[in-house]
């Protein structure tokens, strides 16, 4: 018996160092080290950058379809641009603002790649592998690139010598439409290098669009410049961290830091866009701005310290009191209604500012406490999940459907997934998980508890027909719907010296996360939604789905720089975005193996728990990319792009 042990547990062994050293499908041999790589999500295809030169790897013809070297950018320069960039390299402080050598960025929600080869700034078009722009053909550098949709250009921040400049890029000519001061080296470098706390307004350079002109912020600075000739009509007085363009391009409502370093006070303002004068005299001066909302002749505006109405000609508010609440946090428009938290509680007004419910409804202990979902749901009621606190809520009354609360433990993870098919939320928190169901009229009590090897790390839950997955950074659980575990996988850390987390919380594949903050900071502050004259709601996040359409209808009218999408890609560029939202189906672990000190990439399946693949990986930074689309992972080892296909 003993002996038979032995030969299986030898058997197993050998069957799981064959499963570990699996070979990739396929190899692409590139001439020299590489530097970087990155899924195009257009195409599927990879772009590869060694030194000198940028590629395009096509997964399903195992081809590289286009390349571009460091020659033929060379041959497009001239010696004016090589002293120019040797004049860059002995600069230090310049040198710090451009773009690393070994990486590779696409322009947001284009087919356009940004790259810098050999101090060049290349901007290509992956769909063709044309290049657009080389700054070996002008005198300046690039800093910064936005993409301008309505008119097929770039509008570049650059540098040439002491001079800043914003540049209007004509891709079709391959020539400078304009190019404007807009600076010294001294005063945007100063710029360039400021830090914000975490309670800062992050920066995001922004470009939007008129039909005569371009409002462009640019290192905190706002500028409107004439579309055809470039020239400055107005830049504001005061730095800008963030812009909104009002529906009628009659105003422009600005926000910006404020205080001193430490302080975490926002100041809110709205220009008239032919003067660039303010409309308050004095700035909405608060801790943050929570909400936007435009109806042509006046905006609604929640902040840490109201949530009013305020006229765009007068500047003067519209409600005769704010809505009530301090510190209010988010705000979600319903029909005509208004659902807002303040505080720690949340309430309910019309679109006159009265309140609709009669009292405060309370969602969690500490007003800090994240709010991972607060909506109106099936069966006219409002849910919300807090750090603290999950219950319903009767829309027309505000009155709580449980007499308790389900109480959390703050300091865990807090997962949920929605069921369309039960139109209910299964909810995981603290080793328990709940299902929330809009027609209960009792408290539920949790349906299944797990124990957890790292309850902390668990970052994100996967809904099945089954039951739920629930994946962390090394772990991966299936519990069935009757509250039993399906399968529980747990793995090593690779240590952590190489600890190296994967592209999402260390978990690949969207699912359903809530949000790590209720104060909605950084880059999500400030939802801007604007009402058309018939009261109909557009949402738009800045760079996002509106720009994507923009991209999409280009392409399919081929009026874009783009210039070669057919139909064929434009089907594929629609398929691709649409399978990316998506949940995935596989976890990506990267940990140590049992019985060495190797580390691996582990393929679960979520489903059912099975490791589907195991890759070795030579070091702890690796490089790489996993398609969300068809699975493949790419790993990059020296000089090879090794593709392991689906399994």
Not at 163 to 171: A, N, R, T
Not at 266 to 282: H, Q, Y
Not at 295 to 307: D, E, Q, R, T, Y
Not at 618 to 626: A, I, Q, R
């Amino acid at each position: 018996m003993k002996k038979t042990l032995s030969v299986l547990l030898i058997l197993s062994a050998a069957c799981t160092s064959l499963f570990a050293q699996r070979q990739a499908d396929y190899v692409s041999k590139f001439d020299t080290k590489i530097q970087s790589i990155l899924l195009d999500n257009l195409t599927g295809n990879i772009i590869v950058k060694e030194k000198d030169k940028i590629s395009a790897f096509n997964p399903d013809t195992k081809q590289v379809e286009w390349t571009i070297n460091n020659d033929q950018i060379a041959k497009m320069g001239t010696m004016k641009t090589i002293n120019k960039a040797s004049e860059l390299l002995n600069d230090a402080d310049l040198l710090k603002v451009f773009q690393s050598p070994d990486q590779l960025n696409f322009i947001e929600n284009t087919p356009f790649v940004q790259a810098n080869v050999n101090s060049n700034d290349v901007i290509i078009n992956t769909l063709t592998g044309k290049i657009l722009f080389s700054s070996a053909t002008t005198p300046y550098r690039v800093v910064l690139s936005q993409y301008v949709f309505s008119d097929d250009k770039f509008l570049f921040l650059a540098t040439e010598g002491k001079e800043f400049k914003c540049v209007l890029f004509d891709p079709k000519t391959g020539t400078d439409k304009w190019a404007t001061i807009v600076g010294t080296k001294e005063s945007m470098l100063k710029s360039l290098g400021l830090s914000f706390g975490m309670n800062k307004l992050a920066t995001k350079d922004q470009v939007v669009a008129s039909q005569n002109a371009i409002y462009a912020t640019i290192n905190n600075k706002l500028f409107k410049l004439d579309k055809e000739s470039g020239k400055i009509k107005w830049s504001a007085p005061e730095d800008v961290h963030r812009f909104y363009l009002s529906n009628d391009n009659k105003h422009v409502i600005t926000m910006r830091n404020a205080g001193s370093i430490i302080s975490s006070k926002r100041a809110l303002n709205a220009l008239d866009t032919e003067s660039g004068t303010p409309i308050f005299k004095d700035d909405i001066s608060t801790k943050y701005v929570s909400y936007i909302e435009d109806w042509g002749n006046k905006f609604l505006v929640a902040h840490s310290n109201g949530f009013n109405f305020f006229d765009y000609a007068t500047g003067k508010k519209i409600w005769k009191k704010d809505a009530k609440g301090d510190d209010i946090k988010k705000v979600i428009p319903i029909g005509s209604d208004y659902l807002y938290i303040a505080d720690n509680e949340m309430s309910l007004i019309d679109n006159e500012g009265k309140q609709k419910w009669k009292n405060f409804v309370e969602i969690s202990d500490d007003k800090a406490d994240p709010v991972y979902f607060l909506d109106k749901i099936d069966n006219n009621k409002v849910f919300y999940l807090t750090g603290t606190y999950g219950n319903m809520v009767d829309y027309t009354t505000g009155k709580k459907i449980w007499k308790g609360n389900i109480k959390f433990e703050p300091k865990l993870p807090l997962l949920y997934a929605y069921d369309e098919n039960a139109k209910s939320f299964l909810v995981y928190n603290d080793e328990k998980l709940f299902k929330f169901d809009p027609n209960a009229t009792e408290k539920p009590e949790a349906f299944a508890k797990i124990k957890v090897k790292n309850d902390k790390s668990l970052s994100s839950i996967g809904l099945f027909d089954w039951g739920v997955s629930l994946t962390g950074e090394y772990e991966v659980i299936g519990v069935n719907k009757d509250g039993s575990v399906k399968f529980q996988k747990v793995y090593k850390e690779p240590g952590e010296a190489g600890r190296r987390l994967l592209k999402a919380g260390g978990i690949l594949g969207s699912t359903y996360f809530g949000a790590k903050s209720s104060l909605q900071q950084g880059l999500s502050e400030a939802t801007y939604v604007s009402k058309d004259a018939n009261g109909n709601i557009r949402q738009d996040y800045l760079f996002t789905e509106s720009s994507k359409k923009a991209l999409s209808d280009k392409a399919a009218t081929n009026a874009s720089v783009s210039g070669s999408i057919d139909a064929t890609i434009t089907s594929k560029m629609g398929s691709r975005f649409k399978a990316l939202k998506q949940n995935n189906d596989f976890a990506f672990i990267f940990a140590r193996g049992e019985a060495d000190q190797s580390n691996y990439l582990v393929k679960v399946r979520k489903s059912d728990g099975t490791e589907v693949d195991k890759i070795t990986i030579d070091n702890t930074k690796p490089l790489y990319e996993v398609d969300g689309v068809n699975d493949n992972l790419y790993y990059v080892y020296q000089n090879e792009l090794r593709v392991f296909s689906k399994k």
